[in-house]
């Protein structure tokens, strides 16, 4: 089994900046990608940004030169550093990830729960 539980979210004024955490534990050979979704009330769940094991990353446009993700291999850790905050970052902002957990499996998905980000005007 693989856990993933995020952290980090919570409350900010526009403009403000906060930095997510996202930590992976359980029986995890090797972590491919990492990345940061959200889903906004009555919106589909969206890509915000990704990163693979090689550090090659992808940001949605609409939070390129806002939102830095980064990981730490070592650790199974990938973290997001929100910064210009806007009311529409408003969103539960989840941590997936495309792991191996032995030699012999294929890449699977696993999500973490979510962490509510509110950004007041």
């Known amino acids: 089994q693989v856990q993933v539980v995020e952290s980090g979210g919570g409350l900010v004024q526009a403009g403000g900046s906060l930095r997510l955490s996202c930590a992976a534990s359980?029986?995890?050979?090797?972590?491919?990608?990492m990345g940061w979704y959200r889903q906004a009330p009555g919106k589909q769940r969206e890509l915000v940004a990704s990163i693979t094991s090689d550090g090659s990353t992808n940001y949605a446009d609409s939070v390129e030169g806002r939102f830095t993700i980064s990981r730490d291999n070592a650790k199974n850790v990938v973290y997001l550093q929100m910064n210009s905050l806007k009311p529409e970052d408003t969103a539960v902002y989840y941590c997936k990830l495309r792991a191996r957990t032995s030699s012999l499996a294929y890449d699977s998905s696993y999500w973490g729960q979510g962490t509510q980000v509110t950004v007041s005007s």
């Open positions: 359980g029986s995890i050979f090797s972590i491919n990608s």
